[in-house]
């Protein structure tokens, strides 16, 4: 059983993912894939850990999603993995697609390329449950900065092929569940 | 009867708002938020002006939006709140919040915390029909200024918490209805 | 059968689109709006064109649209319209309209006005089965710049009255189709 929760920003997608996995019946894991980088990202931490039930497991990974996933995945475990936007950030600038892209030049991301596909064909062979938290960042009308514009086509083709290998799909608009699959 | 309808710029939701205000068969009071700050803001709001009927009441409240909530409720009375993204908007601009974000500070905004209990304290309390129209914002990844990410926060913050207490909730994408609840 | 796919950045639309083109059972005709301007523009032309099938027909008019559905609507042929956004970007920029919002005057755009009321008024007159692609752009919260509050506005305000003339309307949010109507 695999999940995919979008939505926008404080659409509520991160607790309905939470109040999913802890119904689900499964030990959960919280799957981070945020770094602290900065006062306001650690307040965002802090605020998403004062919500999570202290019996759940806490594994960090910001860059080899489809390895940790492969290590914790099992048929009595609920991996929760928030969020795919995150990740998908952490990626761009550990690369050098972030900078290519600022210094004008066409893109090549062959981190991202590489972990992308990895995810998407690791994801049906997991044991157990998986939900993962996605936002969605493309509808704001074109972005000035060429570095957004690659942001958003990446996260839109990321959330369409996850999207694609999930057995339920949910888009939450204020902290109501929309089912897309 | 409460509803919160909710939708992009320019998505329709102010015409559904009125749409649905009208077959109430309620007397219907407009509660305007809006400031006519500069003339774009007073051509939208001219613009709105002209598309209501001319028996409706109107009420302009930027700020105290419980207490004049509670001054006009009646049962047979229907009030129309457009829209709560401008009140928002008032609230950190009338308070310290958003000077103090602009100046790279931590957030502190008890005018909005005070205000925000107050309406949904207030809205499951109030007789006859109440609409209240907001905006999705959070919709096109994180805004560059710390600004438009707290206002994001908190929009999305408000519409879940309104979306909590409503009986109705209503996304218009292009005109046309979705039910959320 | 007029139909109109919307979604946001890289939604999956226009897989969409050519998706219930191709299984429409006539002969497609594209009607690209795009015009190859920049290198990223012409990559993007580009992408579109590789997944085309190569039996379709390619009609390319950035301005008149009214005119060239006119023209190639026949009873056994899919119009394919990729897409109302780049459309009304051709208006908004060869027109004065661009101009003036950024020269800080109000707007009066009479060739986006005559183009956008020649497509309402001709959409319900044509045979055969017509797609129209367009993007949802005003779900980010209100632009800094007054120009994307101006593009917002009038994308808005297009896909409802779109909308309004068309049999199905089609919300695609990764990759996954949502019936508005």
Redesign the interface.
Known sequence: MRE?I?G?????KSALAERRASEGGRQVVYLATAQALD??MA?RIAHHRQRRSADWGLVEEPIDLAGALRRHAAPGVCLLVDCLTLWLSNLLFAGAAARQVEAGA?VDCPLLAGATAALIETLPQLPGQIILVS????????????L??L???????L??R???VCDR?T?V????P?T??
Chains 1, 2, 3 share one sequence.
Not at 8 to 12: D, E, M, Q
Not at 151 to 157: H, I, K, T, V
């Open positions: 995919l979008i926008g920003a404080r659409s509520g006062g306001e307040r066409s936002n969605e960042v493309g509808w704001g009308g074109v972005p000035m900065a060429a957004a514009r942001f958003a086509d990446e996260q839109g083709r959330n369409q996850v999207a694609a799909v888009l608009v204020a902290g109501l929309l897309l699959r």
